[in-house]
C-alpha cells in the first residue's frame, strides 16, 4: 500500500505562486504516473496535470497551460506542481494521485489519492 502526502498549500494572493509537493510512503515496483486534481466547493473533482514515471510525457488541463509545472523526483519519490500566476478560480483542494500511467491519471481512475491540500486565492 502507497500513502500519499500533500503539502505546499495555503492563501496567497492573486498573482501569486505557491509549490505543492506530494511524498509518497515508499517507491511503487509498477513505476506509477503521478498527476494533480482539484475540487471547487460545489464543483466536481477534476484533473490539472499528469508526468508519465520517466517524465518524458506530461499533460495539463488547458486553464493551468502556462502557469503550473509539474515535476518529479523518483529517487525522493516524490511529485511537484509549481503554480505560478495564480487566479481565484484556482481556489480547490488539490489532490495527489498515482496510477499506472498518464491516461488513468488523466481519467481519474488512480490507484493511490493523497487526503488533499487547501490553496486558497484572494482577489
Known amino acids: 500500500q502507497v500513502q500519499l502526502a500533500e503539502s505546499g498549500g495555503g492563501l496567497v494572493q492573486a498573482g501569486g505562486s505557491l509549490r505543492l509537493s506530494c511524498a509518497a510512503s515508499k517507491r511503487t515496483d509498477s513505476r506509477h504516473a503521478m498527476g494533480w486534481f482539484r475540487q471547487a466547493p460545489g464543483k466536481e473533482r477534476e484533473f490539472v496535470a499528469g508526468?508519465?514515471?520517466?517524465?518524458?510525457?506530461?499533460q495539463y488541463i488547458d486553464s493551468v497551460k502556462g502557469r503550473f509545472t509539474i515535476s518529479r523526483d523518483n529517487a525522493k519519490n516524490t511529485v511537484h506542481l509549481q503554480m505560478n500566476s495564480l487566479k481565484p478560480e484556482d481556489t480547490a483542494v488539490y489532490y495527489c494521485?498515482?496510477?499506472?500511467?498518464?491516461?488513468?491519471?488523466?481519467?481519474?481512475?488512480?490507484?493511490?489519492w493523497g487526503q488533499g491540500t487547501q490553496v486558497t486565492v484572494s482577489s
Open positions: 508526468i508519465a514515471w520517466s517524465g518524458a510525457f506530461i
Open positions: 494521485a498515482a496510477a499506472g500511467s498518464v491516461g488513468s491519471i488523466v481519467r481519474g481512475t488512480a490507484d493511490y
